[in-house]
C-alpha cells in the first residue's frame, strides 16, 4: 500500500488543500496519522468496524486494548457517552480541548465494539493540536485513534517516525511539524468522589488536585487517598514505549523527600554508577548510550557512544518533549546498554518517570 504524505500548516491548516483529502479518506474508512498536542494518533472512524480492525492490524496492537475516541468539541460527549458525574463538566472545562481522556460509561450502539475492546466505558478526549481539530472537524465522525507506533515501540512526536513504523502500512501521514508535549494524555476514570488516574500524562495530578480540590486523586503506583485499588487502563500491562538496547534508569535515593532546590545536587553517587556501569559497558564492546539533564553535562565528558541531553532539571517539560526521539535515536544509533538520570515524580516528572521505567522495562536503581 502507498501511504500519502500530506504537509499541513500547523497554524492555518484549512489552507492545505491535502487535509480535506486526508479527512475523506477518513470518512471512507481510511486510516491516517495525524498529529496531535500530545504525540501522533492513528486515526479511523470510530463508527466503522472494519477502519477500526485496521487501526490494530496496523499497530500490530492485541485486540483487548480500547482506543481513545477524539472529537472536534466537548458539546457533544452526551451522544456517546453518560456525562453525568458532576466533575465531567467542571475537568471538560479547565482541561479541554487538552491532553486528558476521560474513561465514562458507554452508551451502546454507535460506537464500534472492536473501539471499547468490549468494555462497557469510552475513553473521551478533545485534542487541542489546531491540525488534529480541523480534521476531525472536516472529517465529521468520532475518531478512534491510538498512538500511531507498531504496538510497543516508543510513541511518535514527529511524523518521520510514523513513517519509520507504518510507512506502507496505512493509507496517509498528516505532518504537522512535532507534536507538542510530546508523552500522551492522562487518562482517568470517575467514581463517586474519586478520580482514578489509569495513566499518567499531559495533564498533571496537581492540576487534576487544583480543578477538583474534593476529590481523592488515586494514582495507579501512589495511593492519595485512603480507598483502594486503581482499576488499570489495559494498555498499561504491556510493555511500550521500549528502545531495542537494555536500559537502566539511575536515581538517587530519597530524591521524593528533597526540596526543589536540593534536587539537582543530590546526583553524585547517581552519576559516578553511571560513568562506571558505561564505562565497564564499553570494554565489554557494547555500544551505549546516555541520557542526563544538563546539569550534570560536564560529568559525562566522553562517557558514552551516544549521549543525548533531556534539558534541565528545572525544564521536566523539554524532557518530555525529547524522550521518544531520543529512544528512537538510540535504537537507530544500533545502542545495546543504555543509562537514563531519573527525575523526581512531581509534576510532569511523574509521567516522565512512568514512561522511563516502562522503557526501562522497570530496572530501576537508586544510588
Ligand atoms: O495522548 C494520547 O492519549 C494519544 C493521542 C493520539 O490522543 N493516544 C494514545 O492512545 O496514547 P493509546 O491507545 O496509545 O493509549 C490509550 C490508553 C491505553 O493504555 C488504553 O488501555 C487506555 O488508554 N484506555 C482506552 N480506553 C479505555 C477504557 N475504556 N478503559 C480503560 N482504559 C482505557
Ligand atoms: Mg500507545
Not at 504537509?7 to 486510516?31: F, K, N
Not at 487502563?233 to 537494555?246: E, F
Request: glycine share 8%.
Amino acid at each position: 500500500m502507498k501511504t500519502y504524505l500530506c504537509q499541513v500548516d500547523r497554524v492555518d491548516p484549512a489552507r492545505s488543500p491535502c487535509l480535506r483529502e486526508a479527512a475523506s479518506l477518513l470518512r471512507s474508512g481510511g486510516v491516517v496519522a495525524f498529529p496531535t498536542e500530545t504525540v501522533y494518533g492513528l486515526g479511523a472512524n470510530a463508527a466503522n468496524d472494519l477502519a477500526v480492525e485496521r487501526i490494530f492490524q496496523a499497530k500490530g496492537r492485541p485486540s483487548d486494548n480500547p482506543l481513545i475516541v477524539h472529537l472536534s468539541d466537548a458539546s457533544r460527549i452526551s451522544e456517546w457517552v453518560d456525562d453525568a458525574h458532576p466533575y465531567v463538566s467542571r475537568l471538560a472545562e479547565r482541561f479541554w480541548p487538552g491532553p486528558l481522556t476521560m474513561v465514562l460509561p458507554l452508551k451502546e450502539g454507535r460506537i464500534s465494539n472492536k473501539v471499547t475492546a468490549g468494555l462497557s466505558t469510552l475513553g473521551i478526549r478533545i485534542p487541542e493540536h489546531p491540525v488534529a481539530r480541523e480534521l476531525i472537524s472536516l472529517a465529521g465522525c468520532p475518531i478512534a485513534a491510538p498512538s500511531a507506533n507498531r504496538s510497543g515501540r516508543p510513541s511518535p512526536t514527529l511524523a518521520a517516525h510514523v513513517q519509520e513504523d507504518l510507512e506502507g502500512l496505512i493509507d496517509a501521514i498528516v505532518d504537522g511539524g512535532p507534536a507538542g508535549v510530546g508523552l500522551e494524555s492522562t487518562v482517568i476514570e470517575l467514581d463517586e468522589d474519586r478520580i482514578h488516574v489509569l495513566r499518567p500524562g499531559g495533564v498533571n495530578i496537581e492540576q487534576l488536585k487544583d480543578a477538583i480540590p474534593e476529590a481523592y486523586i488515586i494514582s495507579g503506583t501512589e495511593n492519595i487517598s485512603h480507598t483502594g485499588e486503581a482499576p488499570r487502563a489495559p494498555g498499561m500491562k504491556y510493555t511500550h514505549y521500549a528502545p531495542k538496547g537494555r536500559m537502566t534508569v539511575v536515581l538517587p535515593k530519597d530524591l521524593d523527600k528533597l526540596d526543589k532546590a536540593d534536587q539537582a545536587a543530590s546526583y553524585g553517587a547517581v552519576v559516578s554508577y553511571i560513568r562506571s556501569e558505561l564505562q565497564r559497558a564499553s570494554e565489554q564492546g557494547e555500544k551505549t548510550g546516555l541520557l542526563y539533564f544538563d546539569e550534570h553535562t560536564g560529568d559525562y565528558h566522553r562517557c558514552a557512544d551516544v549521549a543525548i541531553s533531556l534539558g534541565s532539571l528545572s525544564m521536566l517539560e523539554t524532557a518530555a518533549a525529547r524522550l521518544y526521539d531520543a529512544l528512537r535515536t538510540f535504537d537507530q544509533q544500533g545502542v545495546k546498554v543504555i543509562y537514563a538520570e531519573g527525575c523526581a515524580q512531581e509534576g510532569v516528572g511523574l509521567a516522565l518517570m512512568n514512561r522511563l521505567q516502562k522503557a526501562a522495562g522497570h530496572q530501576i536503581v537508586r544510588r
